[in-house]
């Protein structure tokens, strides 16, 4: 597998006086390519490739906020109560939650991450991390000072 991060990126046509200056929208859309090969690059970096990356993420949410329900938890992945019904039985029955009910409402009904959950969460994020420190050291200082920019202008992104 040829590393996307270190392959060159594909020629763009320019004139020989002067080289085209992309449109907003030509760069949007590199910004969106980009993210998306990066983002599927560190999704592959999981402990259990068994589970689906919607799965994960659901896992991900429990083991960071505790004990949620299924209607707060299909409003974090923005799905509907029923399907993520379905995703809470696969990590059941996969070990990595259990289902209990709310000591305060008995009507409620938690899910929580199990020790195997928590060991395949904490396990994915050290080789997410592992990955992409890697390839951050071999960046010049440079380079990583734009990251560190960027990493900020991301996240404001994220958050419109």
């Known amino acids: 597998m040829t590393d996307a991060l270190s392959t060159p990126a594909p020629a763009r046509p320019s004139s020989a006086a002067s080289p ?3 449109t907003l929208a030509e760069q949007s859309t590199e910004l969106r390519i980009a993210i998306m090969r990066l983002s599927r690059r ?3 970096q999981r402990s259990d490739t068994e589970i689906s ?27 509907t109560a029923p399907s993520m019904n379905r995703t809470v039985n696969c990590l059941v029955d996969a070990g990595y939650v259990t289902r209990r009910t709310d000591d305060d409402d008995r009507r409620k009904v938690l899910v929580e991450v199990t020790p195997a959950g928590d060991a395949t969460v904490k396990e994915t994020r050290r080789r997410r991390d592992a990955w992409i420190a890697k390839r951050y050291a071999a960046l010049s200082p440079e380079d ?11 996240g404001r992104l994220n958050d419109q």
């Open 144 to 154: 990583r000072e734009v990251l560190a920019r960027a990493t900020t202008i991301l």
């Open 20 to 22: 085209r200056r992309l």
């Open 53 to 79: 990356g919607s799965q994960f993420s659901t896992l991900g949410w429990i083991h960071a906020e505790g004990p949620l329900t299924i209607g707060r938890l299909a409003e974090l992945e923005r799905v």
């Open 42 to 44: 560190l999704r592959q």
